[in-house]
């Protein structure tokens, strides 16, 4: 019987967990395994295995679980260590550490509290945390790999849901598919004009190092990917991002710079921006970043409801809605689909009415199937504030998971578990190949 968990999809587990130097005073009590040249500490197994338990207690088989885990991370990196298809270069050993630092100061409190914690220099703790952070970074690289090949049939859909008892099949709750079309209000001059004057005054503090570009990015960035879903702050950020898929202007400035120079400040569709760039490679480019977004007045937002009820005329009166949008749509995610909404992690249409929010339940609720609704405001992925009408497609109604109602859903749940046996074997093979000597005595391997 397989399990489902319909809140959201699982990721594929990753072997390994963020690599992070053990805090002094930790108790190092010996080698619980050896794998290649690589050991397994009782430590790293005692820190893990409460992760696994999520809230209950450790029982001796749950620790040997996590135990389990641990030896096939380190099998995987010895078989990555070898493989000489994979190289990672230092310029992104020193990128992840760094962010394994930053997420450590953010955990601590701030970076003195981080110091004070461990002992040590922040640029200590940065230098041991290399091997990890590159063994995984193999590790992942390798563990991708062996995963893209992984596919699921129709028939293998079908076979997985047919395991589930009729009793444990759970309610899907209600669905919609959805297309829009979005007018952004243009920005208020007055409020433009005391941005602009605001990020150049952060500027000047930065550039005379009275402040630096994370702290005051904390404080005053408007930009969402500067919070976690955790809450915390990341400095405003980015690694390892492809240079062309950035906003032009943004682009332009930022591969004018030089590592460690600061931009003037730049104008985007999303506001104005300051950056640093941190390191350029090719296409891929680290930087931090702080932006002011700006607010739009009455005087704009009625301009764009004003516009949104001319293009639903032309829906109404026999323009196709996929044109509309793509022509006319300021949503960048959706616009270039035709204004077909879908979920940006899965890419699934079928979307829960109430994750979508209470502004698109409020429209929804309002529409039968094939109607467009009247403009009303919506908060855009990024955070910006529009507003947009809503075509309603499909709805389907809360019921009991089946194949008809729900492939797409269940052939992502297949996939899953089809990878994670998959990858189950793959390590299993590899431990063949591989020294291993446990020595834990609580150990007993996955399936022993």
């Known amino acids: ?79 990555a260590r070898q493989d000489t298809t994979i190289s990672v270069t230092e310029a992104r050993v020193t990128r992840a550490a760094q962010e394994q630092v930053a997420r450590l100061a953010q955990q601590a409190g701030g970076e003195a509290q981080l110091e004070a914690a461990y002992g040590r220099t922040l640029g200590e703790i940065e230098t041991s945390l290399r091997d990890d952070v590159r063994d995984e970074i193999l590790l992942q690289t390798l563990q991708q790999r062996r995963m893209q090949g992984v596919t699921v049939t129709p028939g293998e859909v079908q076979s997985w849901f047919s395991q589930i008892p009729q009793a444990d099949r759970p309610e899907v709750p209600e669905l919609v598919r959805v297309a829009h079309i979005v007018q952004v209000p243009a920005p208020d001059e007055t409020a433009k004009a005391e941005r602009r004057a605001l990020l ?28 976690g879903r955790d809450g915390t702050k990341n400095g405003g950020l980015y690694t390892d991002l492809r240079l062309s898929e950035v906003e032009a202007r943004f682009r332009a400035a930022t591969a004018a710079l030089e590592p460690g120079e600061y931009s003037q400040v730049i104008e985007t569709p999303f506001g104005y921006h300051l950056i640093r760039l941190n390191e350029l490679e090719g296409d891929r480019v680290s930087f931090n970043h702080i932006l002011l977004d700006i607010p739009s007045g009455a005087r704009e937002a009625e301009q764009a409801r004003e516009t949104l009820l001319v293009l639903r005329d032309s829906v109404l009166a026999g323009v196709p809605f996929e044109g509309v949008a793509r022509r006319n749509s300021e949503d960048p995610y959706s616009a270039q689909r ?17 994750g979508l929010g209470a502004q698109w339940k409020a429209t929804i609720d309002s529409l039968d199937v094939g109607e467009i609704s009247e403009p009303a405001p919506v908060k855009l992925l990024d955070q910006t504030d529009a507003y947009h009408v809503v075509l309603l497609q499909k709805r389907t109604p809360a019921h009991t998971l089946s194949v008809a109602d729900d492939y797409a859903l269940l052939s992502q749940y297949a996939l899953q578990d089809k990878r994670l046996r998959a990858q189950q074997e793959w390590v299993d093979d590899l431990r063949r190949r591989v020294y291993v000597d446990v020595r834990a005595p609580r150990y007993e391997p996955a399936g022993g």
């Open 1 to 79: 019987m397989r399990s489902l968990v319909l809140a959201a999809l699982v990721a594929l587990p990753a072997l390994a967990a963020a690599a992070q130097p053990v805090p002094p005073g930790t108790r190092l009590d010996g080698i619980a395994a050896v794998v290649g040249d690589q050991v397994v500490l009782y430590s790293e197994v005692d820190a893990l295995a409460p992760q696994l338990a999520q809230g209950e207690p450790v029982t001796d088989d749950l620790w040997s679980r996590a135990l389990d885990r641990l030896v096939g991370q380190r099998v995987v990196i010895s078989q």
């Open 200 to 227: 150049q005054s952060l500027r000047d503090s930065v550039v005379s190092g009275q402040a630096t570009i994370e702290e005051l990015a904390n404080r005053y960035s408007t930009d969402p990917g500067n919070t």
């Open 338 to 354: 035709g204004g077909f909404v879908s979920d940006p992690e899965s890419g699934q249409r079928d979307l829960n009415v109430d």
